[in-house]
């Protein structure tokens, strides 16, 4: 059975996969590397134009690791979750130092910056051949459902038992394409409501088609408690429409972005009050507010109330603030700054 499966799969993959920028013919290590990283929590369609940018800014590790953190953040503007560019920046100072360059086993890649063992297995899978089962959430539900398992597919049973049917997959083949194909199949066809089973590869011998319960596997999994947080921003602006930003030097999220201050407030509280504390001077007209953005990251949920003010530009106080034009700043920043932008009335 498992022969016809994974003949199947890659006949699938062959014909439907998707065209992307890292898929290449002979695959570079880098660009599986990049890829994986940025892949990780954002959507193929946001990441492709970025990955693009990104390895014609940085085509190697050495190049990577040459460039100074605010560049590579920079660079990485508009993907969010800024923890895996400084982790990748790590990796390829690490890599950089390294005569053989990035290691091909799992065993050595989770020793890298930034590399668990999903990553490690995707590396070594795509790049460099290995069989080793790559289990992200897409090819995690595949699996749950053409073996129709209760099992949760994250346990230590769940895990191994899913990756016995991918290794069985791979015999014969070459590992990275069936691992490639299996999470194409999840993101395309096998999705989590309403999937397409008349044009799945494994419809003939699905355990949950069988059974009519597709949208049943896998059993849902516990989410982590979303944290609910209000903010107030004080966004300076001058008379050219420059605003004045601060580097983010503190705290577990949002680190070396530039952004508006910003400053948690509780419920009730008065933002404007809050925001006119922020800015290291005067001479500022009457504020004005906007209507509140909602800005996720991660668990957190967080409600920002801009508060916009007029100011002559002044001389910033410290490296640490800079005027910036809102559309094209120059330095790295999140999607939150253009939601404040838009959020504001002009003056």
Not at 16 to 25: D, F, G, N, Q, Y
Not at 50 to 72: D, I
Not at 275 to 288: D, I
């Amino acid at each position: 059975m498992c022969g016809v499966s994974s003949q199947s799969l890659l006949e699938w993959y062959r014909t439907h996969a998707r065209i992307l920028p890292w898929r290449r013919a002979t695959r570079d290590p880098y660009h599986v590397l990049v890829s994986e990283f940025m892949l990780q929590q954002t959507q193929v369609d946001r990441v492709v134009p970025r990955f693009e940018s990104f390895v014609e800014r940085f085509p190697t590790f050495e190049s990577l690791a040459g460039a100074s953190e605010e560049e590579v953040l920079t660079e990485w503007s508009g993907l969010g979750y800024y923890r895996r560019a400084r982790m990748l920046h790590r990796l390829a100072q690490e890599v950089a130092k390294r005569p053989a360059g990035l290691p091909r086993r799992v065993g050595e890649l989770v020793k890298l910056p930034g590399i668990g063992p999903y990553t490690a297995a995707a590396v070594a899978s795509l790049a460099f051949g290995e069989a080793e089962p790559v289990l992200d959430g897409n090819v995690m539900r595949v699996g749950a459902r053409v073996l129709a398992t209760e099992t949760a597919p994250r346990s230590s049973e769940g895990r191994r038992l899913l990756e016995r049917w991918i290794l069985g997959l791979m015999k014969g083949e070459f590992p990275g394409e069936v691992n490639e194909a299996l999470m194409e199949l999840g993101a395309t066809v096998c999705t989590p409501a309403e999937p397409g089973c008349h044009l799945c590869p494994f419809v003939a011998e699905c355990g949950a088609k069988e059974l009519g319960r597709q949208e049943d596997f896998p059993a849902p999994r516990r989410r982590r408690a979303t944290e609910c947080l209000r903010w107030a921003a004080a966004c300076v602006v001058d008379d050219e429409g420059s605003w004045f930003v601060r580097r983010v030097d503190e705290g577990p999220i949002l680190r070396g972005l530039w952004l508006p201050p910003l400053i948690e407030i509780a419920e009730g509280a008065d933002p404007v009050k809050a925001a006119s504390r922020l800015v290291p001077f005067g001479t500022m007209s009457s504020p004005k507010l906007g209507d509140a953005v909602r800005h996720n990251i991660t668990h957190r949920r967080i409600d920002v109330i801009p508060v916009r003010f007029q100011a002559p530009r002044t001389e910033p106080p410290s490296d640490a603030w800079r005027w910036v034009r809102p559309k094209s700043p120059g330095v790295p920043t999140s999607s939150l700054l253009a939601k404040l932008v838009d959020a504001l009335p002009d003056f």
